[in-house]
């Protein structure tokens, strides 16, 4: 079972420069949503998606984009980075909207570095 | 709003002891409570939930979490540590009429041979 996968696992990128992490599910999950984790702040969510054609802001949306075309695919753009946005990133998804009982399944992270 | 405290940056204790990782949260309305364990470089796995029902939940690894809805509590409890708990632990929340997970800050679990 594939899971939730995310490309790629290590990238480092000039400031400025525009990059895409790429985000797919296979489970057929509605909910899917981009967090990112830093040191002490645990995990704070940037943008998520309630079903196809549907996304919404998070608690840090800035300097973020999000599309939702197809189910399976949640991928996250970076407009023009920063060196605040250095951080490990993680894709998640959750099957249903309205069912709070349900868990959240979590990708492997992705590593970015903004010089 | 929905919020998650983890008053420990750092639980340290002897292989063989019994554990605790102290979670306390605050939502409105009634809870669903989750823990998630993140090793070194992987993302986050899923250990444990309260959802209803009985306020002891066990869990994957011998992992268990009490919910005390007067503390607004839920912490995660392991009787016998072993070394290979060692790694952080993640509580998390979400409010039975929302959508989003709101998580704790982390407490790293260091297990001691």
């Known amino acids: 079972n594939a899971g939730v996968t995310q490309t790629p696992k290590f990238q480092v990128l000039k400031t400025g420069q525009s990059m895409t992490l790429q985000c797919a599910q296979d489970m057929n999950h509605e909910y899917m949503s981009w967090y990112r984790q830093d040191p002490g702040m645990g995990l704070r969510l940037i943008h998520y998606?309630?079903?196809?054609?549907?996304?919404d802001q998070g608690e840090v949306p800035n300097g973020y984009n999000v599309s939702r075309s197809t189910t399976e695919d949640f991928p996250l753009r970076l407009l023009s980075a920063a060196p605040s946005q250095t951080s490990v990133y993680f894709c998640?998804?959750?099957?249903?909207?309205?069912?709070?009982?349900?868990?959240?399944?979590f990708g492997e992270g992705s590593w970015l570095t903004v010089v | 709003a929905q919020s998650v405290a983890q008053p420990e940056d750092q639980v340290n204790v002897a292989e063989g002891n019994p554990l605790t990782v102290k979670c306390t949260y605050s939502v409105s309305g009634n809870p669903y409570l989750f823990w998630y364990v993140q090793y070194p470089n992987r993302g986050l796995q899923f250990l444990l939930k309260y959802i209803t029902g009985d306020n002891l939940v066990k869990g994957s690894y011998g992992f268990e979490a009490e919910f005390n809805k007067s503390q607004t509590s839920f912490h995660l409890k392991k009787p016998s540590a072993l070394v290979s708990d060692s790694a952080l632990y993640f509580c998390?929340?979400?409010?039975?009429?929302?959508?989003?997970?709101?998580f704790g800050p982390g407490t790293r679990l260091s297990v001691l041979p």
């Open positions: 998640a998804s959750t099957p249903g909207t309205g069912v709070s009982g349900n868990t959240i399944y």
């Open positions: 998606s309630v079903g196809a054609g549907i996304t």
């Open positions: 998390a929340v979400r409010a039975n009429y929302g959508q989003n997970f709101v």
